[in-house]
């Protein structure tokens, strides 16, 4: 999600810090920042919000967060206003004049509709096209531009329909009604599809100029089934976004109410009223933690001060009662349920840094052997140490005892019977590579299940371009430890070109000076990018005179290279050893 800074200022009444500590405190209390960049006079900091998309896929979400890192009050909160008692959505209208029926409570928790009269469709002043166009969003009119600023302010996703395209047949009617697990907004009156709830909304009600009356939604839709049918219909909307993350339904009357307040601004018009279907209110929750929960799941000695400053930066309400804090959960913090999770916000806000790193004990008792799992690692380490390169290949095959109910694919639809075929296969297509690969021999092994005679079985293969495959029953071994290994060290894995690869020799004379790791690097230097991989095959010594052979693999990653251009690289390597005194054979 993409936030702006001059958005975040807004709620604020004090200068916010620069926006490389913005996202640096992000960063290390609660997302991952993946870039900053300016727009404009702007600065837009592009967040990657994974568990908190319920609240923080919004500005305000995002501010909130930031008002606990850096301690900066949150002067204006939409979502305290009012104060207390809700959203004023009081039925204005006659209930003639609007109404909303829903199928599924259990898929639609709330349903806001609003009805205003006599608005005016232009364009949008310049501040909101600014604040859009600065997060990537395209401004489109003031009325369509006003959900999605509110929908990015608060995180509540609305929809604006042209309340003269409905039929209105003493009264617009709205139904909220379930076609499988596909949720649609229809008129109630005629049957006509108006939206995918939570998704997208139809063209029959497009706000254009000539709308004079409109009907605004602001909805609570469930998660999974949003989910289900933006994967259906292979569409993927800011609005479905947060409907799948799931966000509170108490959330729909708040940005009804500032929908309607700026579309007021921004359009004119009349409220003529509002529709609240919300049949079973979210209730308010509280939890319970104690100094000690805290102190002994953080391994610190983080006292009530500590504690009382971190549920107060977050803009909790809690009473305590000794050591115990009775903490009310905002209506919109859907992740917290358990006092660990308050546990994790202490930690979070007054920053893990500040928690010591804590020594696991040692173990009591030897960890029990795993038979299976011990065969396996004593196999895989002889092997490699042979010179062999484990391989996982399918379990999956055209032929075998079992067919599996829920085929992978139409060609393969048995469980493997034998490891060999794959191993085969895997040999066939590495042999070609092992220039690449820097190996005078390819050698295979795999370690896998397989199906047969009734029976599953765990098997290990072997296979080289010199010995004909052969596999064994991997038998479990009785030891009664395990062995003190080394760790292993990691390998950063990288990609192999799709494009052909060509590959030269050339041997030389020496007489002294480089060994063979200088004479490599020097004609690694002088060969350029396009030398993928270089290996000494061969080396002897005679009239006081040393001969070095190397094997020079070159590849591009974006393009076929000719023997024309890799023929002029060898003609230069050569050229230039010769130079330094070297005899090329």
């Known amino acids: 999600m993409k936030v702006s800074r001059i958005w975040l200022q807004k709620f604020f009444d004090v200068e916010l810090p620069s926006t490389e500590e913005l996202a640096d405190g992000l960063m290390f209390h609660v997302f991952e920042v993946e870039g900053v960049e300016k727009v404009g006079d702007d600065d837009v900091i592009d967040l990657k919000v994974l568990q908190r998309g319920h609240d923080c896929l919004s500005h305000r979400g995002v501010a909130k967060e930031l008002s606990a890192i850096f301690t900066i009050p949150l002067a204006h909160d939409p979502l305290t206003h009012p104060p207390a008692g809700g959203p004023d959505l009081s039925p204005k209208a006659k209930p003639s ?13 709330r349903y806001v509709a609003g009805y205003i009269k006599g608005v005016v469709v232009k364009e949008s002043p310049q501040w909101l096209q600014e604040r859009l166009q600065a997060i990537g969003q395209k401004s489109i009119n003031n009325i369509v531009d006003a959900t999605n600023f509110v929908m990015f302010n608060l995180g509540q996703p609305l929809h604006a329909f ?15 009604k379930n076609e499988g697990n596909t949720l649609l907004i229809v008129d109630g009156t005629n049957g006509t599809t108006l939206g995918v709830a939570g998704v997208k909304g139809g063209p029959e009600s497009l706000i254009t100029q000539e709308t004079k009356d409109i009907i605004i939604e602001s909805a609570n839709f469930d998660s999974i089934s949003v989910r289900k049918t ?16 799931g966000i509170s339904p108490e959330l729909a009357g708040y940005g009804m109410q500032n929908v309607v307040e700026l579309i007021i601004k921004l359009a004119g018009g009349e409220v003529a009223g509002f529709v609240d279907v919300y049949p079973s209110p979210q209730k308010s ?10 102190q002994n799941l953080l391994g610190n000695t983080f006292g009530e001060k ?18 115990v804090f009775s903490v009310e959960i905002p209506f919109e913090r859907l992740d917290l349920h358990i006092p660990e999770d308050l546990v994790e916000e202490v930690g979070r806000i007054i920053g893990y840094d500040h928690v010591p790193a804590t020594p696991l004990l040692p173990p009591q008792v030897k960890p029990e052997v795993n038979p299976n799992f011990y065969a396996a690692e004593c196999a895989r380490e002889e092997l490699v140490a042979q ?18 109910l829920n085929k992978a694919d139409g060609i393969r639809p048995y469980l493997r019977d034998s490891l060999l075929t794959g191993l085969q296969e895997a040999l066939k297509k590495n042999i070609p590579n092992k220039d690449l690969l820097g190996l005078k021999e390819i050698k295979l092994f795999e370690i896998g299940t397989v199906w047969k005679g009734g029976e599953e079985k765990v098997m290990l293969g072997v296979i080289s371009e010199k010995e004909k495959g052969t596999e064994k029953l991997l038998e479990p071994v009785s030891a009664e430890h395990y062995e003190n290994l ?15 690869y060509i590959v030269r020799d050339i041997a030389l004379w020496i007489t002294g000076g480089l060994d063979a ?8 230097k002088i060969a350029g990018p396009l030398l993928q991989k270089i290996s000494l095959f061969d080396e002897f010594q005679k009239d006081g005179r040393t001969s070095f052979a190397f094997r020079l693999v070159f590849q591009s990653f974006d393009r076929t290279l000719t023997e024309v251009e890799v023929n002029a690289i060898m003609k230069k390597v050569a050229t230039s050893l010769s130079s330094h005194g070297f005899e090329v054979r």
Not at 102 to 107: A, P, S, Y
């Open 230 to 245: 933006a994967q259906a219909l292979k569409l993927r909307t800011e609005a479905s976004q947060r409907f799948e993350q």
């Open 486 to 500: 080394p760790l292993s060290q990691a390998t950063r894995y990288k990609p192999f070109s799709k494009y052909p």
């Open 387 to 404: 010179g062999y390169s484990e391989v996982f290949t399918s379990v999956f095959t055209d032929r075998g005892e079992r067919v599996v």
């Open 162 to 176: 042209d309340a003269g395209k409905l039929q209105n047949n003493n009264g617009y009617k709205i139904e909220v």
């Open 97 to 109: 004049d609007l109404s909303v029926s829903i199928q599924r409570t259990d898929l639609c928790k």
């Open 517 to 524: 790791g200088g004479l490599e690097k020097q004609i690694t």
């Open 306 to 323: 500590e504690i009382t400053d971190a549920f107060t930066r977050l803009g909790f309400i809690f009473t305590k009662n000794r050591e």
């Open 285 to 294: 929750r509280s939890i319970l933690v104690s100094t000690t929960q805290v």
